[in-house]
């Protein structure tokens, strides 16, 4: 496609539920980023991947977060047990080149933790 | 490391004045610097973008951002605004396998 694609817009979860947000990078594009805007701060840089691999993690939780990027299917990141603080707008974005010239950015999923 | 510093987390201009809305970088490499605007519940689009060449950057929507190295600056501008530009504006730095933002300044137009 022409655009990120972020599912689901808005997502509720209570607390200690998981959450799994999907994001699907531009078609040829081979990079994927996942941030977390959280309020008006700073947008935290959490992991990248070139195609299905691991580029650069080391914005990630160690625990309960983590994501992939298979072939052929969307890109996703997945919360365990979900706390209040993991509430946020998680942006995705896909770039065509290593040094993330241009990003492009997807509308983000908006997790509310309740 | 490289990181971002938008001064003034709110900026208020009348319709028709210039809007000036800053941004210093910190980089130990040549920065790639970038402006996006995000407006309320939409994702990021990008309004300009500085890698090498012309240090003076035109974007969309009559944006600009002119690069100076000497004070490690690259402010956006606009001559004119329009209520339509109310919105986030978020200033960021590349390097290859990161990409920062800065806290963000919001811009509100009265008419």
């Known amino acids: 496609g022409e655009e990120v694609a972020q599912t689901p817009k808005h997502l509720v979860r209570g607390e200690g539920q998981k959450a799994k947000l999907y994001c699907a990078p531009i078609?040829?594009?081979?990079?994927v980023f996942w941030y977390q805007q959280v309020l008006k701060n700073e947008f935290k840089f959490l992991i990248s991947?070139?195609?299905?691999?691991?580029?650069?993690e080391t914005g990630m939780p160690k625990e309960r977060f983590s994501a992939k990027c298979l072939p052929n299917s969307p890109c996703s990141l997945e919360i365990q047990a979900t706390k209040l603080e993991d509430s946020a707008v998680y942006f995705c974005?896909?770039?065509?080149?290593?040094?993330?010239?241009?990003?492009?950015f997807g509308s983000g999923t908006q997790l509310s933790v309740l | 490391a490289q990181s971002v510093t938008q001064l003034g987390s709110h900026v208020s201009v009348s319709e028709g004045a210039l809007v000036l809305l800053r941004c210093n970088y910190s980089?130990?490499?040549?920065?790639?610097l970038f402006w996006y605007v995000q407006y309320p519940n939409q994702g990021l689009q990008l309004l300009l973008k500085?890698?090498?060449?012309?240090?003076l950057v035109k974007g969309i929507n009559g944006f600009e951002a002119e690069f100076k190295k000497s004070e490690t600056s690259f402010h956006l501008t606009k001559p004119s605004a329009h209520m339509s530009d109310a919105a986030e504006y978020f200033c960021?730095?590349?390097?290859?396998?990161?990409?920062?933002f800065g806290a963000g300044t919001r811009l509100t137009v009265k008419p």
């Open positions: 991947f070139q195609n299905e691999n691991v580029f650069d």
């Open positions: 974005a896909s770039s065509q080149q290593q040094g993330n010239e241009k990003l492009f």
């Open positions: 078609k040829g594009h081979s990079y």
């Open positions: 500085y890698t090498t060449g012309a240090t």
């Open positions: 960021a730095v590349s390097s290859p396998r990161d990409m920062r």
């Open positions: 980089s130990s490499v040549p920065p790639y």
